[in-house]
């Protein structure tokens, strides 16, 4: 049986002025399935998530969730619809808490109905949600209640993954997710990267750390100057492939048994 395809990218264009960040990029991601999204800096990797994500629209070309023409206005629009995303900028709020920063847009509330869909936020309940996220990746961050400001870059990072893992229902799309990690919390990271298609969610992976990529990928897409330039199986017999693409070697595609 073929896998479901859970996102579609087809033909995908971008431009900002004359410039194609963006080029009639098209792959699809299926489920079950950890894709690899490689390039070197300005290759047009962030300007595809935040396609996906509905910070950008794009110019030309169709995104489908689940075989459905996707367009979302808002990153919490894509939230409910099972995708979550990790940006390498980490898009947290420096003000909030710990707890308030992993459930912002999404925060538990009383039943009540006030106007203007106003409802008090159940506290008890989003601290007890953050600590159990948290313990998945095994984040020790002893007040949830401190501001997020307060924390040092890896915690801040070790964050940003619990948000995106949390709200992934069907995809999790994770942009350089270890940069600033430490070696324990980068093997958590990566354990929780594996774990998530047994749970039935896709996962696209943006990394420049081909070693992390081989070890937890199923597939590799590689972008160059806005352009998909090759795919391949992330395998180490492959490295040397995805390297040469990166860099701007022969154009290469493989099938993904190859």
């Known amino acids: 049986m073929t896998p479901r395809v859970v996102l579609e990218i087809d033909r995908l264009t971008k431009r900002f002025g004359n410039q194609a960040a963006l080029d009639a990029v098209s792959f699809a991601v299926h489920e079950r399935e950890v894709v690899a999204l490689l390039g070197d800096n ?28 996707f367009h979302s206005e808002s990153p919490a629009g894509v939230r409910g619809h099972g995708v979550g995303i990790v940006y390498q900028d980490l898009a947290l709020f420096d003000n909030l808490s710990v707890a308030e920063n992993l459930f912002a847009g999404s ?8 106007p203007r869909g106003l409802g008090v936020v ?7 949600g953050a600590r159990q996220t948290l313990h998945q990746l ?18 801040r990072q070790a964050i940003a993954v619990s948000k995106g893992i949390a709200v992934a229902k069907q ?18 990271v990566l354990r929780l990267v594996r774990q998530l298609p047994e749970a ?32 391949v199986k992330a ?18 595609r493989q099938a993904a048994g190859t």
């Not at 925060?107 to 006030?114: D, N």
């Not at 940069?179 to 958590?188: C, D, P, Q, T, Y």
């Open 42 to 69: 300005g290759a047009g990797k962030s300007t595809l998530v935040k396609c996906i994500a509905g910070i950008y629209r794009p110019d030309d070309g169709v995104i489908r969730l689940d075989g459905e023409r």
């Open 107 to 114: 925060e538990p509330c009383w039943p009540r109905r006030f």
């Open 122 to 128: 159940r506290k008890r309940a989003m601290l007890e």
């Open 138 to 155: 095994e984040v020790r961050i002893p007040n949830l209640k401190t501001p997020v400001g307060l924390l040092s870059g890896g915690q």
């Open 171 to 188: 995809l999790v799309i994770l942009d350089e997710p270890t940069a600033a990690l430490g070696l324990r919390e980068r093997g958590n």
């Open 200 to 231: 039935g969610v896709a996962v696209i992976l943006i990394s420049h750390n081909l070693e992390e990529v081989i070890s937890v990928s199923d597939f590799s897409v590689v972008l160059r100057q806005g352009k998909k330039v090759g795919e």
């Open 235 to 252: 395998t180490a017999e492959n490295h040397e492939a995805m390297v040469s693409m990166i860099v701007g070697g022969t154009p290469l």
